[in-house]
């Protein structure tokens, strides 16, 4: 039935038509409108004014009845020869009946109504469109290409992977690409939702459709279309909006019944009364339009939130499913941690130093992004080490790294990932490693020392926990690789429910499965090492989504930021977005079940049916816009954030 609707723009979900082509169609009805209301009106004038111009008023106010009629039949039509659309089929079947009864200013004014009706929610479902109309006008359409040192203008749409181009201060980025040359601060609240700039300086990443504030950068691109992070948050945007609920699917199997009761009733009424006026009421009353609008445009509407936050969801049957969850899931790691390790220990074994220990596991780690590679590589950077060539290596998520440095075999990894290859790894003192999370260095079969890192828990952990409580969730969880010791003292810092330290990714797709033959389970980790577990939760969700195609792929809902307020606010959505299709539903139904009653007891005019028509539709328009405000205040307090 949601399709039934928007018949007439049902070719823009298949790629056939353009946006522009969409919003000329909507104008297109609105002229109509516009032009039919017109001449309806005109005819009252006539006939109040002039009432010896009886034939120019009946004149008027046919030609307005046709005219507004036109649409609304042409769209009956071509829904019945695609078998479907129900709810245009009453709508024209009411406006025909009317003017049938030779009543051509009731049936013009009936027609108004329902085609204001119908352009309403014709504007409202094709929310999705509107949404990536808003983004593709962040692209710009040309870019400066550097060739031979000099700048040209061309068009974005012919860039490749690899060319170098150059974007000013106020302009956005046309696609995903490396940063070569300059320092900048950039504007990343299109994708992320956060309002605070970056700082971007050589080899970060900048992203499409994001905003260069204060410097001039040179950059290699190295995605374009619809790889880049925009193009996959656009597909993710029409594939959620596209997507329907289980309300709706109950609605679209019954929708053909519907209209045959409806007609069936229609018939014995006229049976039994005799007056056209009542049948005509009672079609135009029974075309269950705000009933149909009332989930597609709170979709709309939350969908619109979640994206303002940086909250993308697969499909709005995620987003309804967040509301049922019960437990959570969280990787500690770039998680519930900032997932920036810093280097606090180097214990070197035998005549290994300090040193020479750091370059190794550096040099080891240099083509991994692992935290605890990206501390080494620092540590080592300002320490001035020149660090040595690998040869061939080799890296086991969560495990470890074996790379060869001239003819010896360095690997870098946890306790259990040395033991299981055959070397023995002597016990290090625990007082000096509480709290740390500790990797292993050995040179073909020897450890030559072990190095300690530390993380820093997010500020907003231990609130976020308790929101989390607030709306209903019995169970948090923390699954790590790390020691024990580390996870047991974040673990009491937080007060999360329970943990599980020493954890290989299967480990935590083990623990994810345990919990859900208790509850409905949320899984949040980083999108890489977590893939699994997030496949295997009822929910996933990927924090710092941003340029991880991991992230997007693996997750069933991706948040741009690392800010894990994001995450009860995702859970307070979802549930809003659950109350308000249920009042939308209640509502519609309200208006058609005593608009029927009335209708067949006479109680109910044509006119003033249409225009209840009108005014159910705008209500129920109106009620699905609070959910476009939710999370306003965290919107607020960034914006107030970034102006100190």
């Known amino acids: 039935m949601a399709k039934a609707l928007n018949?007439?723009?049902q070719e823009k979900g298949s790629g056939n038509m353009s946006g522009d082509t969409t919003s000329e169609k909507a104008m297109g009805k609105v002229g109509i409108a516009v032009i039919g209301g017109g001449f309806i009106l005109n005819s009252y004038l006539l006939g109040w004014l002039l009432p010896e111009q009886a034939f120019a008023a009946d004149f008027s106010a046919i030609i307005g009845a046709v005219t507004l009629a036109c649409p609304i039949v042409s769209a009956a039509v071509k829904d019945l020869i695609k078998g479907a659309g129900y709810v245009n089929v009453l709508v024209a079947l009411a406006t025909l009946a009317a003017m049938v009864g030779g009543n051509f200013q009731m049936a013009g004014v009936i027609a108004f109504f329902l085609l204001i009706a119908i352009i309403i929610e014709s504007r409202t479902a094709r929310g999705a469109q509107r949404s990536i109309e808003e983004l593709v006008k962040l692209t710009p359409s040309t870019a400066r290409k550097i060739i031979d040192g000099k700048e040209v203008e061309v068009q974005a749409l012919d860039l490749k992977v690899g060319d170098i181009i150059s974007v000013r201060p106020g302009e956005n980025f046309p696609v995903d690409g490396r940063v070569l040359k300059g320092e900048s601060a950039v504007n990343q609240a299109s994708i992320t939702g956060e309002s605070l700039p970056l700082d971007k300086a050589k080899d970060d990443d900048v992203y499409a459709g994001t905003q260069n504030l204060t410097g001039k950068i040179e950059m290699e691109v190295t995605k374009i279309g619809e790889d880049t992070t925009l193009g996959k948050v656009k597909d993710m945007i029409m594939a959620a909006e596209g997507s329907r609920t289980p309300i709706v699917r109950i609605i679209d199997r019954y929708a053909g019944y519907y209209t045959i009761t409806i007609l069936m009733l229609a018939?014995?009424?006229?049976?039994?009364?005799?007056?056209?006026?009542?049948?005509?009421?009672?079609?135009?009353?029974?075309?269950?339009?705000?009933?149909?609008?009332?989930?597609?445009?709170?979709?709309?509407?939350?969908?619109?939130?979640?994206?303002?936050?940086?909250?993308?969801?697969?499909?709005i049957s995620h987003l309804e499913l967040a509301a049922r969850i019960r437990a959570f899931v969280f990787d500690k790691t770039g998680t519930l941690t900032d997932g920036i390790l810093?280097?606090?220990?180097?214990?070197?074994?035998?005549?290994?130093?300090?040193?020479e220990l750091l370059k190794i596991a550096a040099s080891a780690e240099i083509h991994s992004n692992h935290p605890t590679a990206i501390a080494l590589q620092k540590l080592a950077k300002e320490?001035?080490?020149?660090?040595?060539?690998?040869?061939?290596?080799?890296?086991?998520?969560?495990?470890?790294?074996?790379?060869?440095?001239?003819?010896?075999?360095?690997?870098?990894?946890?306790?259990a990932w040395l033991e299981k290859m055959g070397l023995t790894v002597g016990k290090h003192h625990d007082d000096e490693s509480h709290g740390m999370s500790v990797v292993y260095v050995a040179s073909n079969d020897t450890v030559i020392g072990w190095i300690g890192f530390k993380d820093k828990l997010r500020n907003e952990t231990s609130q976020i926990?308790?929101?989390?409580?607030?709306?209903?969730i019995k169970h948090c969880a923390m699954v790590t690789g790390d020691r024990e010791s580390v996870a047991k003292t974040i673990a009491a810092d937080i007060l999360i429910d329970e943990y599980r330290a020493d954890c290989l990714p299967e480990d935590k797709v083990e623990y994810v499965k345990d919990i859900k033959k208790s509850f409905r389970v949320a899984v949040v980790g980083d999108g890489v090492?977590?893939?699994?577990?997030?496949v295997t939760g009822d929910l996933g969700i990927a924090m710092g989504a941003i340029g991880s195609d991991i992230a997007v792929n693996s997750a069933s809902i991706a948040l741009m930021t690392n800010d894990l307020r994001r995450v009860p606010l995702l859970i307070f959505l979802s549930k809003k977005l659950r109350t308000i299709i249920n009042q939308n539903l209640f509502v519609g139904m309200l208006f058609v079940l005593v608009g029927i009653i009335m209708a067949v007891f006479g109680e109910l005019k044509p006119v003033a049916a249409a225009i209840l028509q009108a005014l159910s539709t705008v209500l129920i328009i109106f009620n699905s816009a609070r959910l476009v405000r939710v999370g306003e205040e965290l919107t607020l307090e960034e914006s107030h954030a970034a102006q100190k």
């Open 7 to 9: 018949s007439t723009e």
């Open 465 to 472: 926990l308790d929101d989390l409580k607030t709306l209903g």
């Open 529 to 534: 090492n977590d893939a699994p577990a997030l």
């Open 383 to 415: 320490a001035g080490l020149d660090l040595e060539k690998t040869g061939t290596a080799k890296e086991e998520h969560g495990k470890g790294v074996e790379v060869t440095i001239g003819k010896k075999t360095i690997r870098v990894g946890r306790a």
């Open 267 to 315: 018939v014995v009424t006229w049976s039994f009364t005799q007056s056209m006026d009542r049948v005509v009421t009672l079609m135009v009353i029974a075309c269950p339009l705000a009933i149909v609008l009332a989930t597609p445009t709170a979709i709309v509407a939350s969908v619109a939130a979640a994206a303002r936050l940086g909250i993308f969801v697969k499909s």
């Open 342 to 355: 810093s280097v606090t220990k180097l214990s070197p074994v035998g005549k290994t130093s300090p040193a």
